[in-house]
């Protein structure tokens, strides 16, 4: 089950028009949990970097911890996340950081940023 939620991962950035370049920084899998952090060229060559953490739980993948951060010449254009700060946001845990302030965001996934 797992395998085949990473395999899904690298699907969806390999299929993106949106991207020039996969590189994977880390990836691991195990009976219960896997990792992948990749950093993608996109093709405005801004680069976007993911990383999600997932379990099992119970018949379902969980995602428990995931970023997706874009940027260009070291400076932030946008980073979806859901680190367990900005509490006083309605959407807490989902949030996204933009150069002007932190806002509310639905929980994102990996095809949600690419388009």
């Known amino acids: 089950m797992l395998e085949s939620y ?6 969806s950035l390999t299929a993106s028009s949106n991207v ?6 880390e990836e691991f ?3 219960v949990s896997g990792y992948p952090e990749c950093r993608l060229l996109m093709i405005d060559n801004s680069t976007l ?3 999600e953490y997932f379990t099992i739980f119970g018949d379902e993948i969980k995602r428990d911890k995931y970023s997706y ?3 260009r010449n070291n400076e932030l254009l ?5 680190a367990p700060h900005h509490r ?7 949030h996204v950081h933009r150069k002007d302030g ?4 639905k929980e994102m996934t990996v095809e949600d940023v690419l388009k």
């Open 102 to 105: 932190v806002f509310e965001s």
């Open 6 to 11: 990473l395999a899904d991962v690298k699907a």
């Open 49 to 51: 970097y993911i990383s």
């Open 20 to 25: 020039k370049d996969i590189e994977v920084l």
């Open 78 to 82: 946008i980073r979806w996340d859901n």
């Open 29 to 31: 899998i195990t009976s």
């Open 69 to 71: 951060h874009r940027q």
């Open 88 to 94: 006083e946001l309605s959407t807490f845990l989902f």
